[in-house]
Antibody, heavy 122, light 107 residues
Framework: QVHLQESGPRLVRASETLSLTCSVSAGSMTNYYWTWIRQPPGKGLEWIGYIFYNGVTNYNSSVKSRVTMLIDTSKNQFSLNLRSVTAADTAVYYC????????????????WGQGALVTVSS | SSELTQDPGVSVALGQTVRITCQGDSLRSYYATWYQQKPRQAPVIVMYHVNNRPSGIPDRFSASGSGNTASLTITGAQAEDEADYYCSSRDSSGRGVFGGGTKLTVL
């Protein structure tokens, strides 16, 4: 069973960059879509984007101008950088392993990290 | 539009059947995935790709879809099924999208 773990600063100043790393254990990163999701306190889930094992990315248009995802398959890690954060970026950030079914008409996240609450301070 | 709409809250009597629905244009082209989230826990996938259950998910969970609507059905709801349920799909650009979530209360 693959295990994912988020790490990084839990407190970020407004206007600075939020940086998180997801470490993946017990599995290969090949052929998966490594995904970031966030959940503001008391609210629903928001899909941020994914990075494929070969480095191809796809981001939510709501954060596209501020986000960068990177992957290091030699270390079994991928990362999220979100620039110019505001209080609205305060959330629990989850990393997850994503897959598309053959034909591409479905997409799911079969393994999730436990989540990391990141608070943006003003 | 890639938005997915869910009822905010649904209740069911213990042992009865409940259906949680999700509506959106993307569901006409792409299948829904369903996640269960209990308080202070990460979401867990419960159904994917039409009607597939990951190992460990009880067979009282099932899913279906027609047109722009996807449904998650729990047949014989148990107390441990009380949770938030999120539908999810993809849009035409391959981006993920989540519904707003449905809070299931088991009475």
């Amino acid at each position: 069973q693959v295990h994912l773990q988020e790490s990084g600063p839990r407190l970020v100043r407004a206007s600075e960059t939020l940086s998180l790393t997801c470490s993946v254990s017990a599995g290969s990163m090949t052929n998966y879509y490594w995904t970031w999701i966030r959940q503001p306190p008391g609210k629903g889930l928001e899909w941020i984007g994914y990075i494929f094992y070969n480095g191809v990315t796809n981001y939510n248009s709501s954060v596209k101008s501020r986000v960068t995802m990177l992957i290091d398959t030699s270390k079994n890690q991928f990362s999220l950088n979100l620039r110019s954060v505001t209080a609205a970026d305060t959330a629990v950030y989850y990393c997850a392993r994503g897959k598309f079914c053959s034909g591409g008409n479905c997409y799911w996240l079969d393994n999730w990290g436990q989540g990391a609450l990141v608070t943006v301070s003003s | 539009s890639s938005e997915l709409t869910q009822d905010p809250g649904v209740s069911v009597a213990l042992g009865q059947t409940v259906r949680i629905t999700c509506q959106g244009d993307s569901l006409r082209s792409y299948y829904a995935t369903w996640y269960q989230q209990k308080p202070r826990q990460a979401p867990v996938i419960v159904m994917y790709h039409v009607n597939n259950r990951p190992s460990g998910i009880p067979d009282r969970f099932s899913a279906s879809g027609s047109g722009n609507t996807a449904s998650l059905t729990i047949t014989g709801a148990q107390a441990e099924d009380e949770a938030d349920y999120y539908c999810s799909s993809r849009d035409s650009s391959g981006r993920g999208v989540f519904g707003g979530g449905t809070k299931l209360t088991v009475l």
